[in-house]
């Protein structure tokens, strides 16, 4: 799937590519929730480790498990 960008609401107009790509790890990260008046988040995830005892398939999706994302 080619032809896809995103835009970053920081002030910037320069679209960046973007590569989907079928997950195969699991990556553990940190997270902060913290957003500013426009509503983007402050601090960007930072990688923590690969969780390699866990498989993709075992990881819920985006707004499901355990705690739902904010919408």
Known sequence: MGGRAVRLDWGTRNALD???VRPELVAEVSADTSMDQGGVFRHPMRFQRLRLGVSAEDVAGF?????????
Do not use: F, P, S
């Open 18 to 20: 973007v590569t989907l």
């Open 63 to 71: 707004g499901e498990g355990r705690i739902a994302a904010a919408g």
